[in-house]
């Protein structure tokens, strides 16, 4: 079973630590991005989010977002699932939204990537 507790390191460098996780399912921790839109230096920021509880021999399923409050003014939602390997190794796959705030309706179209 894939415990989502801990240290995980993204294909980009990216950090994700989650260190609170609940019974119910919940969790949080924090996130250190590699990468900004403004390509300046990324500082840390919270995480929040949710594990689906399925039993012990499931592969779970899972949502957070990210506030870039600190450097951005974006905030990113991450849905995937964990799963573990014949060796034992843990793995996210995740996808991602992220959303900038923009000045304007006329500018929302470019607002989501």
Partial sequence: QCQLNGL???DQGSLMEISVSRDNGDF?????????????????SPLKGA?????????PTFAFHVRWDKFS????????????????????????LLREAVRSLEEDWKATR
């Fill in 8 to 10: 995980w390191r993204n």
């Fill in 51 to 59: 594990q689906q509880q399925l039993g012990e021999e499931a592969w």
């Fill in 28 to 44: 949080q921790g924090q996130y250190l991005t590699r990468v900004t839109l403004s390509g300046g230096c990324a500082q840390i």
């Fill in 73 to 96: 003014n974006a905030t990113t939602a991450f849905v995937g699932q964990c799963f573990v390997d014949a060796g034992g190794k843990e793995t996210l796959t995740t996808m991602w």
